[in-house]
């Protein structure tokens, strides 16, 4: 298949291909049957539910994960921009289902790869490296997914405002960027944007914070 130079660049900093060479990216894609896909803002590029057909890695645009409660209320679960990948864990299953929505928040281009093969007896010279890193990939996420659990669990809508933005603090300091909206963050943090604000605006008064946008500092004294 014909991949862009930035999409070979991109491809390269994902953590399943670490370790192989742009020539041998090329050649695995063959083993996990890639294809690309693009899709409009706002729209569902797999639905809970739907068999998990397969793995995907951003090349363009924002994804979010969500999950939508009997009220029709929005939870964000995670969100992904290029040159990461979300499904793994769910396309690795055999006979597997998605266990949430896949939503774009952006125009978004992702490519589409299939790691049953890599189960299977075929002949991939790149199967054991592939697998290694798959299994790690999943692992960090995993963590990734404890930090979350970590956020909702502090008291109060404030502390837990504060605990998600020291998950994007650099530990060096200094103002810093999320890949959130105000109503996604609001949306992951399971409140209102209009409930959000009202913490957020009171850290910032008492000098914990400073933000403008998405872009935000913390206090040393609050870390």
């Known amino acids: 298949m014909e991949l862009l130079n930035t999409d070979l660049t991109l491809l390269e900093q994902n953590p399943l ?3 192989l060479s742009p020539a041998d990216i090329r050649k695995s894609l063959y083993c996990l049957r890639a294809h690309s896909e693009a899709y409009p803002a706002k729209t ?7 068999p998990a057909l397969a793995m995907a890695v951003i090349l363009q645009g ?3 994960l969500l999950r939508y409660d009997s009220q029709g209320n929005i939870t964000i679960l995670e969100s992904f921009q290029a040159g990461e990948s979300f499904g793994e864990a769910y396309a690795v299953l055999p006979a597997g289902h998605y266990g949430v929505n896949a939503e774009s928040r952006t125009p978004v281009r992702v490519l589409w790869l299939q790691v049953g093969p890599l189960f299977e007896e075929i002949s991939c010279p790149f199967s054991s490296r592939l697998l290694q890193n798959l299994v790690a990939d999943i692992a960090q996420k995993d963590l990734l997914l404890k930090g979350k659990v970590m956020v909702l669990s502090q008291k109060g809508l404030e502390n837990k405002a504060l605990s998600f933005l020291e998950e ?4 060096e300091g200094g103002s810093f960027a999320i890949p959130f909206s105000r109503e996604a963050m609001a949306a992951y943090l399971s409140c209102e944007r209009s409930t959000l604000s009202r913490p957020l605006s009171k850290m910032a008064k008492e000098g914990k914070i400073c933000y403008q946008g998405n872009r935000f500092s913390i206090k040393r004294k609050a870390l």
Do not use: N
């Open 17 to 19: 291909f670490q370790g």
């Open 44 to 50: 569902f590029l797999f639905e809970e539910g739907d």
């Open 62 to 64: 924002q994804v979010d």
């Open 168 to 171: 994007y603090a650099p530990k």
